[in-house]
């Protein structure tokens, strides 16, 4: 069992920035591919960025691209989530995913992520 904890989340003008963090338990950290995702009021959960176990590959929604940077710290068992130039629109809950220990590649898809932490809301206010 993964547990996962974010924190980092708070209110911001649009055009600032905020640090998502999110801190796992257990031994495996290392092993498992990452992701961030979002949930805004009235809508789906949808994809936000994801790394693989080492970092030298990630992946980016295009809504998100050039202003977001996931990045993992694994002696930490930590995985980062860097918002720059916040807009309105990312206003939402944001939610950590590991998937499964030793499966490694990060993946855009949500079913594809075995555990889950409890989110952190982001508000973002023009």
């Known amino acids: 069992q993964v547990h996962l904890v974010e924190s980092g989340g708070g209110s911001v003008q649009a055009g600032g920035s905020l640090r998502l963090s999110c801190a796992a338990s257990?031994?495996?950290?290392?092993?498992?591919?990452m992701g961030w995702f979002r949930q805004a009021p009235g809508k789906e959960r949808e994809f936000v960025a994801a790394?693989?176990?080492?970092?030298?590959?990630?992946y980016y929604a295009d809504s998100v691209k050039g202003r977001f940077t996931i990045s993992r710290d694994n002696p930490k068992n930590t995985v980062y989530l860097q918002m720059d130039s916040l807009k309105p629109e990312d206003t939402a809950v944001y939610y950590c995913a590991s998937r499964a220990p030793y499966y490694s590649q990060a993946s855009r898809y949500d079913n594809a992520y075995a555990y889950w932490g409890q989110g952190t809301q982001v508000t973002v206010s023009s």
């Open positions: 790394i693989n176990w080492s970092g030298g590959s990630i």
């Open positions: 257990g031994r495996t950290f290392s092993s498992c591919a």
